[in-house]
Nanobody, 123 residues
Framework: QVQLVESGGGLVQPGGSLRLSCAAS????????MGWYRQTPGKERELVAT???????NYADSVKGRFTISRDNAKNLVYLQMNSLKPKDTAVYYC?????????????????WGQGTQVTVSS
């Protein structure tokens, strides 16, 4: 069973920075794609950033140039560095792990989610 535990959320002023961390266990971390998503009340969960098991990254247009996703396979950690934060970035941020039955072929996908961490951007 894959477990994901997020940390690093909190209250920050507009223009500030936060770094979210997600600790993963229960799978071969380096074989997983990892990602960050966010959700606000009444809205669907949306993609923020993803990083594949090969290190390729993808970002939502709304965070490009401000957020950076990275991973440390030796520590089973994925990070989201968030700079130049805006009030519209306020949300619960969720860590996502995509575990493949056959990682080399990227088939047999199963998604796992953390419990979420609140990020509030406000003055």
């Amino acid at each position: 069973q894959v477990q994901l535990v997020e940390s690093g959320g909190g209250l920050v002023q507009p223009g500030g920075s936060l770094r979210l961390s997600c600790a993963a266990s229960g799978s071969i971390f380096s074989d997983n794609d990892m990602g960050w998503y966010r959700q606000t009340p009444g809205k669907e969960r949306e993609l923020v950033a993803t990083i594949t098991n090969g290190g390729s990254t993808n970002y939502a247009d709304s965070v490009k140039g401000r957020f950076t996703i990275s991973r440390d396979n030796a520590k089973n950690l994925v990070y989201l560095q968030m700079n130049s934060l805006k009030p519209k970035d306020t949300a619960v941020y969720y860590c996502n792990a995509v575990v493949f039955i056959r990682p080399s072929k990227r088939v047999g996908r199963r998604d796992y989610w953390g419990q979420g961490t609140q990020v509030t951007v406000s003055s």
